[in-house]
């Protein structure tokens, strides 16, 4: 039977982490799913993103899923751990949810110099916490710094973000966020989305600032998740494939997911419920 790892994001932003995914780990079978329709979760609650997450979750589960790679911080903020700890064991206590929040911060430890961390991320994530009580649990002495720029997904997801206009709002981010905090010496994009932004973010933040994106410490960290549970990784499918499902129309999807990875997409369109 087939068994892709699933990867869930509530747009186009999860396609950075499937990229740094596939790159690892090229001979797994992957499936995309981008509730492209119900977009952004951002500056949705915590209930209605639980909700949509789990949705989700179970639809990438029913097409044959073992395991899931939440790709999108907001749902890793305000879903991944209710989902694990309370419908899991209910759904199929063999199956695991991942998030790319703690892995993320597992990383910082090797990062920072200072010990002075910047987040850029969305207003939902922000105000979740979820980064801060991460960096708090594991390194304790260390300061984040969180900045939300809500201007970012919009400018991504309009294919804004190669224009000049888009310069405006990261700089004045960029700026808000090294003003909070000089001492910053490493900054995390706390967005999959962002990383579409990286040139302009690396040319608004004084040079000797690390600039931290997701994919590739989400990547790595897979990899070892799956070293440390052969249980999982022999139950994956490996034929190279690729599928991607999408809530909006398949052709807007394939055209904006193309862009993002640099290949042809074709997608597929499903409702969630």
Not at 52 to 71: D, H, K, Y
Request: glycine share 6%.
């Amino acid at each position: 039977m087939e068994s892709p790892i699933g990867v869930f994001d509530s747009g186009y932003g999860g396609l950075t982490i499937l990229k740094e995914i596939q790159r690892y780990l090229p001979l797994y079978d992957y499936l995309y799913l981008g509730d492209n329709a119900r977009a952004p979760y951002g500056t949705r609650s915590f209930d209605i993103v639980y909700r949509f997450t789990l949705q989700a979750v179970n639809e990438l589960f029913s097409r044959g899923c073992r395991l899931v790679i939440l790709a999108c911080n907001t749902a890793s903020a305000k879903a991944l751990r209710t989902i694990q700890q309370n419908d899991l064991p209910l759904i199929d206590p063999s199956r695991r949810v991942l998030g790319v929040i703690r892995p993320t911060v597992e990383a910082l430890g090797d990062l920072s110099r200072t010990g002075h961390v910047g987040l850029f991320a969305t207003p939902g994530t922000v105000r979740s916490d979820s980064y801060r009580l991460e960096v708090e649990k594991l390194f304790p002495a260390m300061s984040l710094t969180s900045h939300a720029c809500p201007m970012w997904v919009p400018l991504v997801e309009n294919n804004e973000g190669n224009n000049p206009g888009a310069d405006y709002f990261v700089n004045k981010d960029a700026d808000c966020l090294i003003s909070a905090d000089p001492d910053i010496d490493t900054v995390i994009l706390g967005c999959t989305h962002y990383p579409i932004l990286y040139p302009k973010i690396r040319r608004a933040l004084p040079e000797h600032v690390s600039l931290v994106s997701q994919g590739d410490i989400v990547a790595r960290s897979l990899v070892d998740y799956l070293h440390r549970h052969p249980e999982m990784e022999s139950r994956l499918s490996r034929s190279s494939s690729t599928a991607y499902l999408t809530t909006e129309r398949a052709d807007s999807f394939s055209r904006m997911a193309s862009m993002f990875l640099g290949r042809p997409v074709e997608a597929s369109q499903i409702s969630l419920s």
